[in-house]
């Protein structure tokens, strides 16, 4: 009877990767531009739990303080060929990928053809752009025709925008899970609904988005699920691993409803893993290049956090990380190519535990600790 918890916080990097030039990423640094920029950016609760401890791992620094107390900390590197949402969380379920998801400016006839054939829609759109900035440009249009907004971005994404008013939630979903079924055959890593609502020059995304993701190979997650090990997914997690490997799923709508979903499945969860993705850094803040508000998520989790220790037991595992990063300083709209915290509390373990090189150590932590076979990708902290 053991649990553990592992929160990831989406985006949340801490310095650029060795091969971050090769993204055009070279200098970022979500967490280290963050303070750079609001030197009044106080997370207590992080950096006693390692936090930049981590970054300072992740910059080569000489000197790497040290918090003292009852975590461990890590900086850890990805080896997988990409930045995006579903490349880090599988990596970090222990699932590197050997290649990268396709990515598009544009769809090909082959993908759109078929879409609006199995469908029976029309698309507006086709070509790469922020998603509030295509709602700008093409909101007007979408809501005077009917026809949905087609788009990508940088990552693996194919996504659908239609107003909650002009297309109806459920109408929305049937059009992406035939957009789904097409995009398997083209190696897209995920196809999102990206519902909105508002008026004209106001249109803002609501919270009712959905992923539909590739579905992967054998994770960690499929390990545990099989030995009867309970593995329940808060927030998008069942939507990145296509529920593979999920025994019951709790979507939130916020990062506030994502941490009180987190609490209330830790007080009545014995024994399982809780796998939990808080989305806000990323969605709201780092691709909006929002830095006062990614700063202001931070301290909300922070905070948070601190009323959470207490609830860690003795014998508990608890894993915070993140997937990718999403510098809300550097230019464009995309993810940045990052190295990622890992902050660890299990019995027995503290202190510096220098450079991952993979994410799949997570994997392999959860795997020695459930006391499953050794995971064949990663090593474990334990």
């Not at 590197?96 to 990268?100: I, K, R, V």
């Not at 979903?173 to 079924?181: E, S, V």
């Not at 990052?338 to 450079?355: D, F, K, T, Y």
């Given at each position: 009877m053991k649990r553990a918890l592992l929160i990831v916080l989406d985006s949340v990097g801490i310095g650029h990767a060795p091969d971050a030039a090769t993204f055009g990423d070279e200098g970022a640094d979500t967490i280290g531009h963050i303070r750079g920029r609001l030197t009044d950016l106080d997370l207590p609760h992080l950096d006693a739990a390692g936090l930049s401890?981590?970054?300072?791992?992740?910059?080569g620094a000489n000197a790497i303080p040290d918090p003292g107390g009852d975590w461990a900390w890590a900086?850890?590197?990805?080896?997988?060929?990409?930045?995006d949402t579903t490349t880090g969380h599988w990596e970090i379920a222990g699932l590197?990928?050997?290649?990268?998801f396709a990515t598009f400016e544009r769809f090909p006839p082959e993908i759109v053809g078929a879409l609006e054939k199995a469908s029976g829609v029309s698309f507006l759109g086709n070509y790469a752009q922020s998603g509030t900035v295509i709602l700008a440009e093409l909101g007007d249009e979408h809501v005077r025709t009917g026809q949905p907004i087609l788009y990508t971005s940088a990552d693996s994404v194919l996504q659908i925008a239609a107003h909650e008013d002009v297309v109806p939630l459920d109408d929305l979903?049937?059009?992406?899970?035939?957009?789904?079924?097409i995009a398997d055959d083209h190696r897209i890593g995920r196809v999102i609904a990206r519902p909105f609502t508002g008026t004209s020059g106001r249109y803002q995304r609501t919270a009712n988005?959905?992923?539909?993701s590739l579905v992967p190979a054998r994770t960690v997650l499929d390990a545990?699920?099989?030995?009867?090990?309970?593995?329940?997914?808060?927030?998008?997690?069942?939507?990145?691993?296509?529920?593979?490997?999920?025994?019951?799923?709790?979507?939130?709508h916020s990062n506030l409803e994502g941490m009180d979903r987190i609490a209330d499945c830790w007080e009545e969860t014995e024994n399982g893993l809780?796998?939990?993705n808080l989305v806000d850094f990323d969605m709201l803040y780092g691709h909006r290049r929002d830095i006062v508000g990614y700063a202001n998520a931070l301290r909300e989790f922070d905070d948070w956090l601190g009323r959470f220790f207490g609830e860690i037991g003795v014998d508990d595992l608890v894993l915070i990380t993140a997937d990718h990063g999403n510098d809300p300083t550097w230019t464009g709209t995309d993810h940045t190519r990052?190295?990622?915290?890992?902050?660890?509390?299990?019995?027995?373990?503290?202190?510096?535990?220098?450079?991952r090189r993979s994410f799949a150590d997570v994997a392999a932590t959860l795997a020695d600790w459930f006391g499953l076979e050794a995971w064949p990708r990663g090593k474990s902290l334990l």
């Open positions: 401890a981590a970054w300072a791992i992740a910059a900086a850890m590197r990805e080896i997988s060929p990409g930045k590197p990928l050997d290649e990268p979903y049937r059009i992406c899970r035939i957009a789904r079924k988005r959905r992923d539909f545990l699920t099989e030995r009867g090990v309970p593995v329940i997914g808060v927030g998008k997690i069942s939507d990145i691993f296509a529920g593979k490997g999920i025994s019951l799923s709790c979507p939130t809780i796998f939990a990052e190295c990622v915290p890992l902050l660890a509390r299990a019995p027995g373990l503290a202190g510096n535990l220098g450079v």
